[in-house]
């Protein structure tokens, strides 16, 4: 953790700073949670949602953050837990299929929410096909280009699971690739 | 093997993709999100208060049915370990106090007269004795009015 960050943290743990800390947290780190919850709920407005979401639980549970760990990686396990979270709800409701999924990936395109050349396109769509927690870790390495390591300690799985799941996720997505030629 | 052959046996790899696409926040959204956040931790905040105040008030209204459990025990207790026709019955005990000394002591006392209707509404209790008729002649009446201004 870097020595900025360490202070932050710091005054986030005191009442007097918390709220000017938080916001500075807020604001260095919205971009990047938001697009990896984006990666997984693929549209807009459900990733506002879990984005807002995640932000008043990193708040609520301030004092439950552990100084010596890393923000990052806890607030980024708080945001894919409420994707995840926000997707099997809607599963569960029948609300969404890769069907469903795959139309909210051209509406996105259509919108100019996703900017994707044609194989870049295929890509997101053998994505799609993945189960939730295997695109998740496969986002995570492949778009976010973070260590086994860190995924680890967002996903609280171990390094070498990760790891097969990625390969496997590889294998799949170029099976695609390749029927989808 | 042909060249024909060798470019259909040739398998497409994810390295091959070069470029990674970006899905991309409406316009200006990420000026407007750390204050939408900071309201949204406003409404958290006053909901906490407003549930603390809330707990309070239930705590207390825990202890006023305890107090009244106690009190309505203490009432049986005390019903039960002198009988109602000894000197302790409250009516008897009550029935020594004169009429003057209950008034002068609800004088002084904090309870106004709204209080003591809602309390014989509140119990269902109607008085029986009807308030004491007397005659007034138009002239006192008049002579009433004029010495009141009304």
């Not at chain 1, 919205?30 to 709920?41: A, D, F, N, P």
């Not at chain 1, 549209?43 to 439950?64: E, G, P, S, V």
């Not at chain 1, 996703?114 to 995570?140: C, G, H, I, T």
């Not at chain 2, 007269?113 to 009446?141: G, R």
């Amino acid at each position: 953790m870097s020595t900025e960050e360490s202070l932050l943290i710091q005054q986030l743990k005191n009442e007097a700073t918390e709220r000017k800390a938080f916001s500075v947290l807020v604001n260095k780190y919205q971009e990047g949670v938001y697009h990896t919850i984006r990666r997984i709920l693929v549209d807009h407005d459900d990733t506002n949602d879990a984005l807002q979401t995640t932000f008043i639980k990193a708040w609520k549970n301030r004092h439950q953050f552990d100084e010596n760990a890393s923000y990052f990686s806890w607030l980024y396990r708080i945001a894919t837990n409420e994707a995840l979270q926000l997707l099997r709800k809607k599963k569960h409701a029948k609300t969404v299929g890769s069907e469903h999924m795959e139309l909210l990936l051209e509406t996105a395109v259509s919108y100019g929410g996703l900017d994707a050349s044609e194989v870049e396109m295929k890509l997101e769509k053998a994505l799609l096909r993945l189960p939730d927690k295997q695109r998740l870790v496969f986002n995570l390495k492949y778009f976010d280009d973070l260590k086994y390591e860190q995924i680890a300690e967002i996903t609280n799985t171990s390094v070498g699971a990760l790891k097969a799941s990625y390969h496997l996720a590889v294998k799949k997505i170029e099976d695609y690739l390749n029927k989808h030629e | 093997m042909s060249k024909e052959n060798s470019n259909s046996d040739k398998k497409i790899r994810l390295d091959d993709i070069k470029t990674k696409s970006q899905y991309k926040a409406p316009d200006g959204y990420f000026e407007n999100l750390t204050a939408s956040i900071d309201k949204l931790i406003d409404e958290e905040e006053s909901k906490v208060e407003e549930s603390k105040f809330a707990k309070v008030v239930s705590l207390r209204k825990g202890w006023y049915y305890i107090a009244a459990s106690l009190a309505a025990a203490c009432v049986v207790i005390a019903f039960w370990v002198f009988p109602l026709n000894t000197d302790n019955n409250p009516e008897l005990l009550l029935s020594k106090v004169s009429n003057d000394e209950i008034i002068a002591y609800l004088a002084y006392s904090e309870l106004n007269t709204e209080d003591i209707v809602n309390e014989l509404v509140s119990n269902d209790i109607s008085v029986e004795e009807p308030m004491p008729e007397f005659e007034l002649s138009n002239e006192d009446a008049d002579a009433l009015l004029d010495y009141y201004a009304l």
